[in-house]
């Protein structure tokens, strides 16, 4: 059989190679469909023909169970994604310092109110106590995408992307926000009310939370299921 | 007068500061010229007969088939006209050929031997070189006769054409006029022709409607109202009077006609003529002058007895006399202008019996009737 | 080329398709609307001529967002597709041409509207008294005169819809072979940063648009040329 | 001759299939006009001569500049022209007053008195209740006058007229053209002034330029080529003589005038003349009647002895003599149109001395000289 | 509207200002173009033409990024910003201008050229016997008898430039008071879902659009009646 996959953007890569390895395990088709966590709700809302999501946060996969059209315990975190603050001059980030001084004039992060990987770069910028001062010099990309964007085409010095962005590059200089100083971004999955007679879907769900995948998603850099241990509600 | 066989019309409104205000009756068998001045409102009427032009007020009936009148208004393609007008409008995206036979019934050339037939239309108005040319490609003059043209190949029953001969050379204008004028009688096709020419009215028309300032002033026969000295027409530079004569024999070897007309009988030249048929000729006021005595010996082949009936000062030193034909002034009328020193000098008044010179070729306009 | 997956030719086909058939829809929708506007004389055909440039206002997502409602199942899209037994209109090829047809129109109506004012009054009096119908004067008389503004509101409709993706990724979804066209394809190689696939997708694009815009225009100035 | 004092003009070109190979030499002091039959390259050689075509093979000089030649070519907005073109052609965005001004230096109305200023223009076209109007507006008469006003405002110092008259009423032309003329004269205003209206051109032009299919058949003064059997206008149906006369007495009780010309004398009724004068007069082919005997006691205040020079038989039946005023015919030449009828029944031969009558009327054509 | 927060305000005043200013940048560079592609008679006019459409193909984030690599510091704009000190040209309100000048150019230069069309050759002419020299002609002719074709391109120019968030989301980084704009604000409220707050700001967006719309359409037919 096939299901329809609403991925978020952020994990598109991955997703593709976990769809790969879940046909050679099981034969069937996951078809993905890739947008940005807020669209993809909306449009499951309206009732696209998707039977699972894979949001890039929290938030919308809870409440499309709590309308209704997700499956309650169906719902887990699938990915864990980390923080890194990155540059593309190999010399300008020196861990926390580097924010603390004046080196640069621009910094990227994802839009806070939009992108879990924004917030969490706010949560970071507030515990290390330099939101405020460096507010002015701060752009906002629509997603992680467009950060990464505005910092690989040298528009921004430095700012906050995923590490999964980074994968296969080692170009420029970055450093790992410690996980204690930000929220982990987790990303759940949930399977949506359409998809529970749907073979391939709940195949999809079972193979997600497999070895197969977990080491797919390291690989892509993102911790498999919630690296804390589980949902914190 | 069956209104089966009359154009009626009544239009009434306001453009801007102009006032149209204009009604008249003309028979439908026959060609109707409308004259007056610039900005007199031939366009306006011609508009509305066509229905381009929607008045509140407005009536409008040809051959007893209301048009226009009351709440009922006869949308413009249904109505069975050509028109021609003042500036040519061609379609810029077709060929002279495509503009040809845009209205022609079933789009393709007509039946040989129709005098309104395709080929008949272009040879006449001199179009086969330029068939298939685009029209900003033409002359001015050659942009009229396309127009023309394309009008009297759409078959229209009641053709309606704005100084269509404006931008016309004589020569084509001359060759165009009498093919109209034939047109009119072997389709018994109505005119009704704008121009303010009054040589081309004279070759064509048979009837007049004047207009002054979006009014009509006179109308009914030509003749009538060139010789009625009340009017404007009679005291203008180029008077004259178009009558209506028959044949009374013609001498092929000298080309020459006697036409009769009430009153008298003129000579004039004719390249070919059949003794009965009718004759159109037309005197220009300035073509006649008055001898007390016949003159003998002289190229004027025409000296009549006529009569002054009446007589009018026209501009300072000129006099514009009418004259009525035969001996005793009964006959048709026509106009004679001379100057106020001839005048006196022959001691001329009203009433007196006298000679009108007038040359001959100055007389005949080839019209076939 | 070769390093481009298999599906990135569906997409291509699945593009062409939509540009050519909402180009096609607008000149169809666009063409009466624009002659309605140019001829009426109801004071408030500005009124719609500014209605119909409202879609252009709204940022692509938002106006996505109420197309997404309006094709759905609780909107009049629903009740169509429930004709043939479907929920929505949204998430299909049909959805996304009528997405495209709506946020293109503007580009269409308003450059055939000012060609067709532009003919004037006099080539349609003309064809009137040659007795042509006014269906007739449409097509024979004001189509062919105001052609320069077909061609441009074709040229813009089209290049318009070859590359919005906003709308159509609100209300198409990115379902491979129905709904995911060539800008989304390119969008999602730029999210993940693929920029050689996106600006080699990208050139192809404005190859092949290039090449349907230039030989559209060279036709349409052809055309307008009558025989010599 | 001082080339400053000419127009000199030779375009060669292919218009798809019209080839133009027009050369003529012409003054400036005195009016030109082109004369041919629709189609033979009229507007285009205007064209050429305003800078508005630009052939390859090209040359114009006016008054010794050289605008066109070899690879030297003004731009038409360099030339100090004025041009009226055979369609009206006004701004569609500009009220009647805008499109006036649009030329006028300074855009401003001119000082008063001026005989091309604002109010005279005006007033002589009879546009003054026009002045806020939109072109499109006006009647198809109006608009050209204002074209032509446009075109007299700019203050050209060469004057192209592409038949601006044709759609005026006869009124409005008689007014125009004698303006026309009076500006020509108290401006030394050069015009070359295109038209198919031999009469406009008898009352206008000094010089003539014929042109048929793209050639110049003939160009000189205008007496010359009108009197000269040899050219197609003799043969004219509307052939007509223009002469330069000096008025040698005038009546003003009846406002008759006497006007000399070589070889003989015209009597003719005028408004108001000074001895001396000089005024225009032109004799029709076809007013002229001959005589074996000097009439008696006719309103034909014009006799005057000729002598036959040639005669050349035109049309079927009729003849076209050119006759030498003065009892040797050593004077200037007219033309007289007799049927052949009448030829024979007086037995004219050329080399025969006798008498033409002329209608006085048929004379004058009301332009100062 | 009390619900919105006060910095929805600024976001207003800076798109009404992006989109004045781009329109009227788009009529500076869009009308010699027009003029340039209406007159000439090089046989590559259409190749140009076709090249101005060329933007509005490439799916608005792929036309940003390749707009971010032009505005930053390696490409044109950085040299440019350098002259201030600046690194880039992106981030700035400066830069979405030029990035919705480039997207909307088609919009304006299109109906425009059409319009130059349109008028022909006579009254161009006319004016030249009139000694009009060739800046006047253009001024005093072509330019008010043109007058549709701008209305067209202005309105199209600016509603799309109102509407536009794609090219101005890639190039603009969402700054408050300098390149956060309505379309923009609207995304980020679509994006969390909050679609009451989307739809007030659209409704508004739109309520504006067509007053500006409405009232410049009207204001260009007023014009080009000529007085009575
Ligand atoms: N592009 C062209 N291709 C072919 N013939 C052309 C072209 N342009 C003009 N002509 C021809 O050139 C000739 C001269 O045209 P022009 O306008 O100069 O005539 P005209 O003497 O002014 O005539 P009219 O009195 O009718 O205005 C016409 O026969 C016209 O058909
Ligand atoms: N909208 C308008 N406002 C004011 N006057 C108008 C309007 N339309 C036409 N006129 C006037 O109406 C009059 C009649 O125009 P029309 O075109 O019928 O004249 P015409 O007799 O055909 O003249 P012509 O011989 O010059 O063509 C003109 O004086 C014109 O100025
Ligand atoms: O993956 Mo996300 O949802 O917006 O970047
Ligand atoms: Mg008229
Ligand atoms: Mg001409």
């Known amino acids: 059989g096939q299901t329809n996959v609403a991925v978020a953007a952020n994990f598109t890569e991955a997703a593709k190679e976990i769809a790969t390895a879940f046909r ?19 449009q499951i809302k309206q009732h696209a023909p998707f039977q699972i999501f894979l949001a890039a946060d929290e938030d919308r996969p809870k409440q499309l169970v709590d309308e ?35 080196g640069f004039s621009r910094l990227a992060i994802a839009n806070p109110i939009a992108a879990p990987y924004g917030a969490a770069a ?103 299921g919630a690296s804390d241990g589980g949902h914190d509600e | 007068m069956n209104p089966s066989s009359f154009i ?5 409104g306001v453009f801007g500061g102009f006032v149209l205000d204009a009604a008249f009756t003309t028979p439908t068998h026959g060609v109707t010229a409308l004259f007056g001045p610039s900005g007199c ?27 226009h009148g009351g709440r009922s208004f006869r949308p413009v393609h249904q109505r069975p006209i050509g028109y021609v007008f003042q500036e040519p409008g061609l379609f810029p ?29 272009v040879a006449l108005l001199g179009l086969e070189k330029l068939l298939d040319r685009a029209p900003r490609k033409l002359s001015g003059g050659e942009r009229q006769r396309v127009a023309i043209g394309r009008a009297l190949l759409s078959r229209p029953q009641l053709l309606l054409m704005d100084e269509p001969l404006s931008a016309l050379d004589p020569q084509a204008r001359d060759e165009v006029l009498p093919f109209l004028r034939r047109l009119h009688d072997s389709l018994s096709l109505p005119f009704i022709y704008v121009s303010h020419d009054m040589r081309e009215i004279e070759q064509l028309a048979d009837h007049l409607v004047l207009m002054r300032a979006g009014r009509v002033l006179a109308a009914g026969p030509l003749g009538e109202l060139q010789g009625d000295p009340a009017l404007p027409l009679a005291s203008r530079r180029d008077a004259a009077v178009t009558l209506d004569a028959v044949v009374s024999a ?31 000729i037309t005197v220009a006021a300035g073509d006649v002058s008055l001898a007390r005595e016949a003159p003998r010996a002289t190229t004027v082949l025409n000296t009549l007895p006529v009569r002054i009936l009446s007589a009018t000062p026209a501009a300072e030193h000129e006099i514009v006399a009418v004259l009525g034909l035969g001996p005793a002034g009964a006959g048709s009328r026509i106009l004679a202008r001379v100057t106020r020193l001839s005048w006196e000098n022959l001691r001329l008044a009203e009433g007196n019996e006298l000679y009108a010179q007038i040359k001959s070729v100055a007389l005949v306009r080839e019209c076939a009737k | 080329m070769n390093e481009l997956p298999p599906d990135v030719w569906i997409a291509v086909r699945l593009t062409v398709g939509l540009a050519a058939i909402t180009t096609l829809i607008l000149l169809l929708v666009g063409t009466p609307l624009a002659w309605w506007l140019a001829r009426t004389e109801a004071w408030w055909k500005e009124g719609v001529a500014a209605v119909v440039a409202m879609p252009l206002v709204l940022p692509p997502t938002v106006l996505g967002f109420y197309l997404l409602v309006a094709l759905g199942p609780d909107g009049p899209g629903g009740a169509i597709a429930a004709l043939w037994g479907g929920r929505t209109l949204a998430f299909t090829f049909g959805g996304l041409v009528i997405g495209s047809v709506i946020y293109s129109l503007p580009f269409v109506v308003q450059p055939i509207r000012n060609a067709f004012e532009a003919i004037g009054e006099r080539p349609l009096e003309v064809a009137a008294t040659l007795r042509a119908s006014p269906r ?26 070859v590359g919005e993706f906003g709308v159509v990724l609100m209300i198409g979804g990115n379902i491979p072979g129905s709904t995911r066209v060539l800008s989304v394809a390119i969008y999602d190689y730029v999210e993940t940063s693929q920029w050689r696939e996106a600006s080699i997708l990208a050139g192809g694009m404005v190859v092949f648009a290039f090449v349907v815009v230039f030989a559209v225009m060279l036709a349409g100035k052809r055309l307008m040329r009558v025989a010599e």
Not at chain 1, 25 to 40: E, N, R, V
């Open chain 1, 24 to 42: 050679a395990k099981t034969g069937h088709d996951a078809i993905l469909s890739f947008g940005s966590t807020g669209q993809l709700y909306t």
């Open chain 1, 68 to 102: 209704g059209l997700g499956v309650a315990s169906s719902r887990f975190t699938y990915a864990t994604g980390r923080l890194v603050l990155w540059s593309k001059n190999p010399d300008l980030v020196r861990g926390a310092d580097t924010l603390r001084g004046n």
């Open chain 1, 122 to 224: 706010v949560e970071a910028l507030r515990a290390l106590g330099v939101y405020d001062r460096l507010q002015p010099k701060i752009v906002r990309g629509a997603n992680v995408v467009q950060t990464f964007q505005f910092i690989d085409t040298g528009n921004a010095e430095l700012g906050f992307v995923a590490l999964s962005q980074l994968i296969g590059n080692n170009s420029g200089s970055r450093w790992q926000i410690p996980q204690n100083i930000y929220t982990p971004v987790r990303q759940d999955a949930v399977l949506i009310t359409t998809g529970v007679d749907n073979e391939a879907a709940t195949a999809f769900m079972d193979f997600l939370k497999g070895p197969g995948a977990r080491g797919i998603l390291e690989k892509y850099g993102y911790a498999a």
């Open chain 2, 8 to 12: 009626s019309v009544a239009f009434r």
């Open chain 2, 41 to 67: 409102g031939k366009t306006t009427v011609l508009r509305c007969i066509a229905g381009l032009q929607r008045l509140a007020d407005g009536y409008c009936a040809v051959n007893g088939d209301v048009w």
């Open chain 2, 93 to 121: 995206h077709l060929t002279v050929t495509g503009n040809l036979l845009y209205g022609a019934p079933g789009r393709s050339p007509l039946r040989p031997g129709d005098p309104a037939g395709f080929d008949e239309v």
């Open chain 2, 250 to 280: 013609y001498d092929p070897a000298y080309g020459i006609a006697m036409l009769a007309v009430d009153g008298g009988c003129f000579t004039a030249p004719m390249r070919r003529s059949v003794v009965g048929g009718r004759r159109r």
């Open chain 3, 136 to 161: 007739r004067v449409f097509w024979t008389v004001a189509v062919p005169l105001a052609r320069p503004g077909f061609l441009t509101g074709a040229v813009l409709g089209f290049a318009h819809t």
